[in-house]
């Protein structure tokens, strides 16, 4: 061997012995099989699978009783509704309907109004213009909503404003046999050519201005009628419209009008149970991975006053902390997200970020760090940063001009990066999501709070509430310091 030849082996074998720290820091995940991760209530047996029953739909006339339009009408994750075909409408043109409604006792909770029949998609579906019906015993509070083709929602309750706490309280219309007259409609030309909608209730009236953009992003709506409430299955209601007029044509109920029947009259069992966890490994392919295998699934927030109703599922990495960087990237897909759900996606910890709590006064769990998947309604589902150190009373997230995640199934790409030098020290976390960065700066003090994280990948909120359908392939996270 000529020195040349031994000095090069002794220079490549110095470089190995530099650069292969750097790159055993970070390992790759593509889930061709089962990485055998750790499940905590993950695959959850705590709440047992429900019976659906829909009943609705055209109800002749009987008795005293004239026909009408209704029945049973239950909440669940898969759709129902009963409506007729119309021509498409869109935010462009003026729109109205009226009629009467009927709310028995009980429960329920469904829409009546204007939607599209090709994008039904969680509580407050694209393409919608509608009132929301949510029962409640003897009562039943009627509220305005809209929502846009990509998830942006706006509404408002029609009741009384109360100018001291400066907010407005539904009204507590009465549950039973009373028939209450109705009209829902939608000016484009209103609020400065930003459009509006409007409404009555009996005595009562409501509006609400589109925000700035909405129509311009634009709805259309293609049915008409009555609507499940897509989320967990939860307690049926029964209600009843009649009367109608739909954009000035006013419907004849004389007899069947053989409207559009999806789901309504139908009984089947369902695991779709509020907070009924379901995810973890999985041998689809919807986050778009160079193969079949992911992970992911139906994803509710947590409930940290209850063991049973908290959940993670993460890779066992060695403990590292806050004194030195922490990177992620993969692919993800969100496929379905309800109003008032959160996915978190990141570094945790096994025990801190599971521990039982006396009290839900805290939305993320301690020694967490990742990204976010949420709301507002008035957005949609953004893609952030979001962060909770030990022994700190407040979840921090968000960041400005956050991505936005459609629930539609496409995939995109996304990066996590924690840079313990950023922001003169502080520490900086930076989310992407198809190029889109979003920053945050951690307040001074936090690194040092002795926070720490041995797993990597999904943990819930603290704090209960609904449903996600989400997967993440081809990751690529740090696991060692």
């Known amino acids: 061997m000529s020195r040349i030849q031994s000095l090069f082996i002794l220079l490549l074998c110095h470089s190995i012995l530099i650069v292969g720290p750097a790159f055993s820091e970070r390992k790759w995940e593509f889930f061709d099989q089962d990485p055998g991760w750790e499940g905590i209530n993950n695959r959850s047996a705590s709440f047992d699978p429900q019976e659906v029953v829909q009943d609705f739909g055209y109800c002749p006339a009987e008795g005293d009783q004239p026909a009408r339009i209704g029945g049973r009408i239950t909440p669940a994750g898969e759709p129902a509704y009963y409506a007729k075909a119309i021509e498409p409408l869109n935010l462009d043109q003026p729109i109205a309907a009226?009629?009467?409604?009927?709310?028995?006792?009980?429960?329920?909770?469904?829409?009546?109004?204007?939607?599209?029949?090709?994008?039904?998609?969680?509580?407050?579906?694209?393409?919608?213009?509608?009132?929301?019906?949510?029962?409640?015993?003897?009562?039943?509070?009627?509220?305005?909503?809209?929502?846009?083709?990509?998830?942006?929602?706006?509404?408002?309750?029609?009741?009384?404003?109360?100018?001291?706490?400066?907010?407005?309280?539904?009204?507590?219309a009465e549950s039973g046999t009373k028939e209450y007259s109705w009209s829902i409609s939608y000016d484009p030309k209103a609020n400065n050519g930003e459009g509006a909608m409007s409404c009555t209730f009996e005595d009562g009236k409501a509006s609400w201005d589109f925000l700035a953009g909405h129509r311009e992003e634009g709805a259309t709506f293609d049915r008409f009628g009555l609507l499940n409430v897509m989320k967990s299955v939860d307690g049926p209601g029964h209600a009843w419209i009649s009367d109608l007029v739909i954009d000035g044509q006013k419907i004849d109920l004389s007899e069947d009008p053989k409207w559009d029947c999806y789901g309504n009259r139908k009984t089947y069992m369902t695991t779709n149970i509020r907070p009924r966890f379901d995810f973890g490994y999985s041998e689809t392919q919807y986050a778009g991975g160079r193969s079949s295998g992911e992970i992911g699934g139906l994803m509710f927030r947590g409930d940290c006053r209850y063991p049973e109703r908290m959940a993670a599922y993460g890779d066992r990495i060695e403990e590292v902390n806050l004194e030195k960087p922490l990177q992620a990237s993969g692919k993800v897909s969100l496929r379905m997200g309800v109003s008032d759900s959160t996915t978190l996606f990141g570094f945790y910890h096994s025990e801190k970020s599971m521990k039982q709590n006396p009290s839900q006064n805290t939305g993320w769990p301690e020694d967490f760090l990742g990204a976010a998947i949420e709301g507002p309604s008035s957005e949609g589902f953004n893609f952030y940063p979001a962060y909770r150190m030990e022994g700190d009373n407040q979840s921090r997230g968000r960041g400005s001009d956050p991505p936005m995640i459609h629930p539609d199934g496409e995939f995109h790409a996304w990066t996590l990066d924690y840079d313990p030098d950023g922001a003169e020290g502080k520490g900086r976390i930076t989310v992407t999501l198809d190029g889109h960065p979003v920053t945050m700066d951690f307040e001074l003090g936090q690194k040092e709070s002795g926070a720490s994280f041995n797993r990597f990948g999904f943990v819930t909120t603290w704090i209960d509430g609904n449903g996600q359908r989400v997967f993440f392939d081809d990751l690529n996270y740090t696991w060692k310091q």
């Open 98 to 172: 009226s009629g009467k409604l009927t709310v028995a006792e009980g429960g329920g909770h469904f829409l009546l109004g204007f939607f599209n029949s090709q994008t039904i998609n969680e509580w407050r579906t694209p393409n919608t213009l509608v009132f929301r019906i949510n029962g409640r015993g003897e009562f039943f509070h009627p509220h305005l909503e809209y929502t846009t083709r990509l998830w942006k929602a706006q509404g408002t309750v029609i009741g009384r404003h109360d100018i001291e706490a400066d907010r407005v309280y539904p009204i507590e």
